[in-house]
């Protein structure tokens, strides 16, 4: 069975601190793995990864492959609290280009 | 720059009853989709659409239904509501596998919230 798996499920840190967000994933035919970021509302797409060992970098948020051992990682440095939210992976299959499956979030609360 | 818009935003519907939530995008994107989202759970597929007329089941497509009459838009239908649905809908759009802008993105919209009793 497909499965995606965030950890941790939730965590607290201070400003200033560094986060490190998993995401293991276990799925026939892998063909991307992507981070979105949720506040409130709608996720917001961060990154789309779909070679091993290829850092993806966007100010404080960075992300990686590895496709050997089947999981990504989503850093974030100097964290503010504007960071604080929900944040999503999901792995796309084969040719089918938008049916994400997506792991349950790992909450992140950023606090002053 | 509306992207993605859904409505209505919160509907209360009592067990048995129908409705539609509508989802529209500007984007001229080809693929649709439709997900709920319960805690724990993160996103599920319901139904999506790869374009104009054509619809397909995605993993919890039980007690719902999908039509793409044109292309920006995007219905599901519940027909028979059950407690079970209670949940936030997000719809969501990307551009196709082989378009040039295409890289994985969906662009999503800000969710329904249903609530059945």
């Known amino acids: 069975e497909d499965k995606v798996v965030q950890s941790p499920l939730s965590l607290v840190v201070h400003e200033g601190d560094t986060v490190t967000l998993n995401c293991s994933y276990e799925?026939?035919?892998?063909?991307?793995l992507l981070w979105y970021k949720q506040e409130k509302k709608a996720p917001t797409f961060l990154f789309m990864l779909t070679s091993s060992g290829i850092e993806k970098k966007s100010g404080r948020l960075s992300s990686i492959l590895d496709k050997k051992e089947l999981f990504s990682i989503l850093n974030i440095t100097a964290t503010q609290t504007g960071d604080s939210a929900v944040y999503l992976c999901a792995v796309t299959q084969g040719d089918s280009w938008g049916k994400l499956q997506f792991g349950a979030g790992t909450q992140v609360v950023v606090t002053p | 720059n509306a992207g993605v818009t859904q409505t209505p935003k919160f509907r209360v519907l009592k067990t048995g009853q129908s409705m539609t939530l509508l989802c529209a995008q500007d984007?001229?994107?080809?693929?649709m989709y439709w997900y709920r989202q319960d805690p724990g759970m993160g996103l599920r597929l319901i139904h999506y659409?790869?374009?104009?007329?054509?619809?397909a089941k995605g993993e919890v497509p039980d007690g719902y239904n999908v039509s793409r009459l044109k292309k920006q838009n995007f219905l599901l239908g519940l027909e028979s509501a059950a407690p079970s649905q209670t949940s936030v809908y997000f719809c969501?759009?990307?551009?196709?596998?082989?378009?040039?802008?295409?890289?994985?993105?969906?662009?999503f919209g800000e969710g329904s919230r249903l609530t059945v009793l």
């Open positions: 659409s790869v374009g104009e007329g054509t619809t």
């Open positions: 984007m001229n994107h080809e693929y």
């Open positions: 969501a759009s990307s551009y196709s596998l082989n378009s040039a802008g295409g890289n994985g993105e969906l662009f």
């Open positions: 799925v026939t035919n892998f063909r991307s």
